[in-house]
């Protein structure tokens, strides 16, 4: 299988860049600078590298950086803004950034010749988001592009495989983004295509069952998409080797608990722990507001629930969690900035008593962890259920969390659930869900005064959920929610519609 290598500087857009290669039937593999060798590079063969974005420039301390041997190593080179910059630098060219201005957003592109921006008009929109620059080119470069802003937009050494582009191809709206990427892949690196999610699938479950042999493996599991698949996945792979243990921490969805139970008992014949642990989330989350403390809070007890079961079972090995990639960009990933911590990945306690953490789906978006799971035969009610967050509805419960108001969102949460789930698909929000607000409001209900809580409701679409636009829901939908809410709901005296997307909102509200 031909595979190029995507080489993360610490950029928000590594993982949009392999998806974009993926779906032109390359497989792309993600790995963190300092954590690829060029020994390790050598020996898997790759087609191609390409440096990813970041934000930092190449002259900071600390700065992300590579051994100048990999451009030696005869493999071809793209390197995207950061990665651009890093490209010169190591070739032996300097980069400015003192007295520059900044250039950002959408962005009139000249390209002049070379392979890699062949075809191209000479004038097109691409998207920039910089402020160093390149200064000096290196020796046996040459422009192939520029704005009126960047003199360098582009630079190529055709000779050598070398290429760098200070836009960003891999986002739509750089007009010829996929055609540059295209003849990066194809004519540059002579790439074939032959890599789908199908060979993903299988080439997920052969993977884990050779490095997963003879080892005893612990899977959280949620009920959610993620962790659904990521538990079919390693039960193909090393069968009753895994556990899953689902811990029923009392911030589930209405009636969710008995269902995830019931489906993975019955329908897969899983090894099922069901865990009651409400009592203790409760307890150590009594008094806290602040979402962040909540999400480490419960990261942290999970692993303590999940340790404790282990120790009943005997020697376990190896943690599994349902991470995806959207989970590792929020909670911080090198010099990338903390959005909010996931319970699985930046709410990971520091000392843990397993081995080793097995996360299979790290690498994926949530539209590529579906397309795997379909692959795998993961039921449609499972794989395109609600997407569901592991700290449950503690982020969706602003200030501190009580079971009346667990209580409140459940029902609330249900009923708005109910009301969407007839929609024409091509309607149908990806996710959609309600929050309780720590606001209070005064209302009237049978002529005598309420004093009730605001319910949000939030509904988004997206393919990625790196980012999402807020759903345009009918009218009537919402206004039947709205009196289904406050009339079935006591607690509860208004409500009102989340239309923020994402940026620069979050999906969740914590």
């Not at 007295?99 to 962005?107: H, I, N, P, R």
């Not at 607000?437 to 209900?445: I, K, P």
């Amino acid at each position: 299988m031909e595979k190029i290598l995507v080489l993360d500087f610490g950029g928000q857009y590594d993982q949009l860049i392999a998806r974009r290669v993926r779906e032109q039937n390359v497989y792309a593999q993600v790995r963190y600078y300092d954590r690829i060798c060029l020994s390790e590079i050598r020996k898997e063969g790759y087609r191609g590298i390409i440096f990813t974005g970041g934000p930092r420039s190449v002259y900071e301390p600390g700065a992300p950086g590579y051994d100048p041997a990999i451009l030696e190593l005869g493999i071809p080179i793209l390197g995207i803004c950061y990665g651009h910059q890093l490209l010169a630098y190591l070739s032996g060219g300097k980069i400015s950034s003192a007295g520059q201005a900044g250039e950002y957003g959408k962005t009139v592109l000249k390209a002049s010749g070379s392979l890699l921006l062949q075809d191209l008009p000479a004038e097109s929109i691409c998207w920039m988001s910089h402020r160093d620059t390149v200064a000096e080119l290196p020796a046996g470069f040459q422009i192939i592009a520029s704005t009126d802003q960047c003199t360098c937009a582009a630079m190529a050494d055709d000779q050598r495989k070398l290429y760098g582009v200070q836009f960003h191809p891999e986002v739509t709206h750089t007009e010829y983004g996929r055609q540059i990427l295209h003849r990066f892949l194809y004519d540059i690196c002579g790439c074939q295509g032959d890599w789908d999610v199908e060979d993903l699938a299988g080439r997920l479950v052969e993977r884990y069952h050779r490095e997963l042999a003879g080892k005893k493996v612990l899977l959280a599991l949620s009920g959610g998409v993620d962790s659904s698949v990521c538990a079919l996945l390693l039960h193909r792979a090393i069968g009753q080797a895994l556990v899953c243990v689902f811990v029923d921490h009392g911030l589930l969805r209405k009636g969710e608990a008995d269902e995830v139970e019931r489906i993975f008992r019955q329908q897969f014949g899983v090894n099922l722990i069901r865990v009651n642990a409400k009592e203790r989330f409760f307890e150590k989350l009594a008094g806290v507001t602040e979402p962040e403390r909540k999400r480490r809070i419960i990261g942290e007890e999970f692993i303590r629930v999940f340790e404790e079961e282990a120790k009943q079972l005997g020697h376990i090995h190896v943690l599994a969690q349902g991470t995806i990639y959207p989970d590792v960009i929020e909670s911080g990933k090198g010099a990338s900035a903390v959005i909010k911590s996931h319970h699985n990945v930046g709410g990971l306690p520091e000392v843990i008593s397993f081995e080793e953490i097995a996360e299979p789906l790290r690498d994926l978006f949530k539209d590529e962890v579906r397309a795997v799971g379909a692959v795998l035969g993961l039921p449609k009610e499972l794989l395109y259920r609600q997407p569901f967050p592991g700290p449950g509805l503690s982020v969706r419960i602003i200030g501190e969390i009580t079971s009346e108001k667990v209580s409140l969102l459940q029902e609330a949460d249900a009923i708005f659930r109910e009301e969407l789930k007839d929609l024409p698909a091509d309607q149908k929000p990806d996710q959609y869900f309600a929050v309780l607000t720590d606001t209070r409001s005064v209302g009237v209900m049978g002529d005598a005064r309420t004093y009730g809580y605001t319910a949000a409701l939030r509904a988004v679409s997206t393919d990625d959920f790196m980012t999402a636009q807020w759903t345009r829901i009918p009218y009537d939908i919402l206004e039947r929610a709205s009196s289904r809410i406050t009339n079935e709901v006591a607690g509860i005296t208004r409500v009102v519609y989340d239309i923020s997307s994402k940026p620069p909102a979050t999906v969740e509200w914590e």
